[in-house]
């Protein structure tokens, strides 16, 4: 077997492991990652499921699916006549595929560009800061590293009692590979995945009906975005029934019926295709040997302290595999903190400013804390919002649902949370997470000169009407 040397192998090239993978090259170290991840066309691909499975593809579809909701629903009110509008989803599953190619195929070139020793294959951590890596070949050999960085992701989280199989029963990877439109679609799980997937198959023309166990929809989001949200999404049409727990799924020639039990009872719902959308759970098979000494807690996580060290010296865990959010743009800081530490330089990852984005229409956008929990934590704050039917810009795009609202301390002014559900919230959420970072009062945001007329504007009324000193919208 073969021996080679690095001072860095990163196990994974997902978001979190190939920008620690470049950083820690950028601080001139020797760097080697390694992934296994292939596609339907059995090739290897870098970049994980955020690139192959996840962010990139589900975008792609989702601005796709909204085109075309848009140009049968708004282009009417711009005065744009537009007859026998249709689409053809083998093409827009091939521009999704070129995206994702295009995409992965850039991080190849980045690799090489830094310098980093790109291999193909599976790796596994063994003990004494060695690496085992098997390439597709099957030929083994053996990295020493002298730190190593553990970026494995997640997988979907499989429903015992609805049992994928790959056709009719599929994880969101199989719902953005459908060839045809569903007639109904179930999807369980009314999280964010669950969401952008059901929108995508409604906008086509699905009949979508959405299960969630949970009584309450979106916990995790304000709940008065939540309630907006909600009103949105039944408007599309998705079917979304809370409280819903679904305990069984059966076969039959009409479709498969999903049964589940809700405060009336058992309940039953006839389908073509059913998405399981019920969460992601860390991966790690195959990935410790014996006697690594890395520690995983009791849901599987890698533990790790807040700078992503295991407790194993020199070996540390990044991204969907450890604590924390399952976000891209989480796992990135995370490497990047990484990759700089190893190369003894000052860093840190900011966990009270990670921004979400759920990718529907309108989106819906946060950071920081929301009102709920600022109840709860008996901090005295104020709220101020402002809706986009105000903006000049929102007019004109034909965009004008939802709001913005910022939530600041009543004592030192500080920005607590930011919620956004409106056009491009997605978008607008990165100044609020740039202030938070600076961490600029209310004030700070409300003496910042904001374009007009730009969407960003709201998020400036907003923070104006904390103090009940907006102009564009009456003070309440
Ligand atoms: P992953 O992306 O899972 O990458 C891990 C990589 O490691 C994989 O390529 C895997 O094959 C490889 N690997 C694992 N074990 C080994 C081993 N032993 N040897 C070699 N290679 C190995 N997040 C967002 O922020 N925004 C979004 O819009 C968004 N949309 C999503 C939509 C969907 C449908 C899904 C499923 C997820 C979405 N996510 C989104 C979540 C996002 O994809 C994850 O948070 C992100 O991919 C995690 O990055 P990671 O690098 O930790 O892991
Ligand atoms: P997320 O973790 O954000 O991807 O969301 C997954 C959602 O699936 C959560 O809101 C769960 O409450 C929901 N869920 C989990 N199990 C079930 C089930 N058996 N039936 C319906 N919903 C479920």
Same mark, same amino acid.
């Given at each position: 077997m073969s021996e080679s040397s690095f001072d860095v192998v990163v196990i994974g090239a997902g978001p979190a492991g190939y920008p620690c993978a470049i950083r820690a090259a950028q601080n001139k170290l020797k760097v080697a990652c390694i992934d296994e991840w292939k596609n339907h066309d059995g090739k290897y691909a870098f970049g994980? %499921?955020? +690139?192959? *499975?996840?962010c990139i593809p589900s975008k792609a579809l989702l601005e796709s699916s909204e085109l075309y909701h848009r140009a049968r629903t708004e282009f009417a009110a711009h005065g744009i006549k537009a007859s026998g509008i249709e689409f053809d989803l083998s093409a827009m599953q091939k521009r999704k595929t070129q995206i994702v190619k295009a995409s992965t195929q850039g991080i190849t070139g980045l690799f090489k560009g830094a310098g980093v020793t790109a291999l193909q294959g599976h790796g596994r951590l063994l003990a004494g800061n060695r690496v085992e890596y098997t390439a597709a070949d099957g030929t083994t050999s053996t990295l020493v590293a002298r730190h190593v960085v553990l970026a494995s992701g997640s997988a979907p989280m499989e429903l015992k009692t609805v049992p994928f199989d790959g056709t009719t029963v599929v994880d969101s990877w199989g719902a953005l590979e459908f060839a045809e439109v569903p007639k109904r679609l179930g999807v369980i799980g009314a999280g964010v995945i669950g969401l952008e997937l059901g929108s995508v198959w409604r906008r086509l023309g699905a009949e979508v009906v959405v299960l969630e166990a949970l009584q309450e929809f979106l916990f995790m989001v304000d709940q008065q975005v939540a309630k907006e949200a909600l009103k949105h999404f039944n408007k599309l049409g998705l079917d979304i029934r809370l409280g819903a727990k679904v305990t069984a799924a059966k076969q039959g020639a009409g479709g498969v019926t999903l049964v589940y039990t809700d405060v009336s009872g058992e309940q039953q719902v006839m389908v073509d295709k059913v998405v399981v959308a019920i969460g992601r759970r860390p991966f790690t098979s195959g990935l410790l040997g014996d006697g690594t000494g890395v520690e995983l807690d009791e849901r599987g996580f890698i533990k790790v302290d807040h700078e992503c060290r %295991? *407790?194993? *010296?020199n070996v540390w865990a990044i991204g969907? $595999? $450890?604590?924390? /959010?399952?976000l891209a743009h989480k796992g990135k800081e995370e490497g990047l903190m990484v990759g700089d530490l190893i190369a003894g330089l000052v860093a840190e990852v900011n966990y009270d400013a990670v921004p979400s984005v759920i990718y529907s229409a309108p989106e819906i956008a946060w950071v920081g804390q929301t009102e709920e929990q600022l109840k709860a934590s008996g901090r005295a704050y104020k709220v101020g919002s402002f809706p986009f039917m105000a903006s000049g810009r929102a007019r004109a795009m034909e965009a004008t649902a939802g709001f913005a609202k910022v939530i600041s301390a009543v004592d030192d002014d500080e920005l607590l949370g930011v919620h956004i559900i409106g056009p491009m919230a997605g978008e607008l959420i990165a100044e609020a997470v740039l202030a938070m970072e600076y961490s600029a009062s209310t004030e700070d945001l409300q003496r910042t000169m904001h374009a007009? /007329? %730009? +969407?960003?504007e709201a998020l400036h009324e907003a923070a104006l009407a904390a103090d009940k000193? *907006?102009?564009?919208y009456p003070n309440k």
């Open positions: 994980g %499921t955020c +690139l192959n *499975a996840g %295991t *407790a194993a *010296a969907d $595999v $450890v604590r924390g /959010p399952m007009h /007329p %730009t +969407l960003s000193r *907006a102009i564009d």
